[in-house]
């Protein structure tokens, strides 16, 4: 079957050029299936859901919670009450930061560690929990093959750590990240130490298994995973959060309102303040079920072939620095080209029809680490085909020799 007939942009061209889009891991494109559900939803469904007695409000209702069973039957997650909709990575991560800065889990000199190759959306909220509670935010290195210091953490992890943070997939490098060794090892350390995984570039292109991984979060973000933008995920243990305090106040997220005070409804209403992205969570579980029709291990062996090619045809060009190692990571590709500054070449690609993604990709203290200011990323999908890496590394060789 052909793919790419499903994805109405991807027959877009660009000047004489058929597209080729390589910018995956900055958001995917929607297919047919994906359209058709938020189409229908406006046209059959649209109602605000849990408080209306009428049909509408009813069906939206079902429909709302059934993607909610859907996110966590995706994951393998123990419950759909740990299932809280948010609207992506960057709002999940912040949800957890203020809500334990808010609890007394977290004291002045704790430890907070995450990976150097994190995500701003994975410092910056952590940098705003260490000022409100006095925590210290540490990065742990990487090695000099760009890959996590497991010496390094071990020998970071102490009493006083309480949360450990890591992208599963890292967006600049495309490297893995031992997740299950570095939740392993956490809890060795302490049992109380927190793991947040930050699912963004993991969720579309790995299988993910909650019930197994030993984490206490992880999240995502619907746009990365052929859902629309605004939409996300965040899991959570249900001893957790329901321990935890509530973050934004207002509707949904209580049982009892007056002047006196006010008690908290259950998981996870508890953290869906107002009314939530109704749509866009129910379009979010019609991606979820697509993917998981194309199969998520077929789309990662897809998408590991063409990592595996995009590396070779670079190689093959030559003077080109693929920054981490060709095995071990994810569905793309990260370079330097000495002498050549990235927003060239990914301004002449743009010419040839092919998006790719250059700069710092939100990674500026990887980027600080590295001694770089940005690199070329070229990142896939499961829509993505042979022919066009050939047709991305045949542009990238002519780009390269009108620049150097
Ligand atoms: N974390 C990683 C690893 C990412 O790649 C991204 C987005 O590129 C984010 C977090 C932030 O995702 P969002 O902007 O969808 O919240």
Sequence with gaps: MDIQASYPILSTKIGKHPLVYLDNAATTHKPQCVLQAELNYYEKLNSN??????YLSRMATEEHEA??????????????????????????????????????????GDEILVTTDSHHSNIVPWQMLCQRTGAVLRPIPLTPALTFD??????????????VAAPYISN?????????????????????????????????????????????FYVFSGHKVYAPTGTGVLWGRESLLSSLPPWLGGGEMIKEVSFSGTTYNDLPFKYEAGTP???????????????????????????????RMMCEGLNRIGGIDILGPVEGRGALVSIVVPGVHHYDLGTLLDQMGVAVRTGHHCCQPLMQYLGITGTT???????????????????TERALNMLR
């Design 150 to 163: 497991m010496d390094a953490y071990l020998s970071m992890l102490n009493a006083r750590t309480r949360i």
């Design 172 to 216: 600049a490098l495309g490297v893995i990240n031992p997740i299950p060794e570095i939740i392993a090892a956490a809890k060795r350390n302490n049992t109380d130490t927190l793991v947040l995984v930050d699912g963004a570039q993991s969720t579309a292109h790995v299988p993910v298994n909650l019930s197994e991984l030993g984490c206490d």
């Design 67 to 108: 993607a909610r069973s859907a996110v966590a039957q995706f994951l393998h997650a123990p419950s759909e009450r740990e299932i809280v909709f948010t609207s992506g990575t960057t709002a999940g991560i912040n949800l957890v930061a203020q809500v334990l800065a808010l609890s007394s889990l977290i004291r002045s």
């Design 277 to 307: 992205n109704i749509c866009g969570n129910i379009v979010l579980a019609a991606a979820l079920r697509y993917v998981q029709e194309q199969g998520i291990s077929a789309i990662d062996e897809h998408e590991q072939r063409l990592t």
């Design 49 to 54: 859901i849990h408080r209306g007695a009428h």
């Design 377 to 395: 990323r070229y990142s896939f999908a499961l829509y993505n085909t042979a022919e066009e890496v050939e047709r991305a590394l045949a542009c």
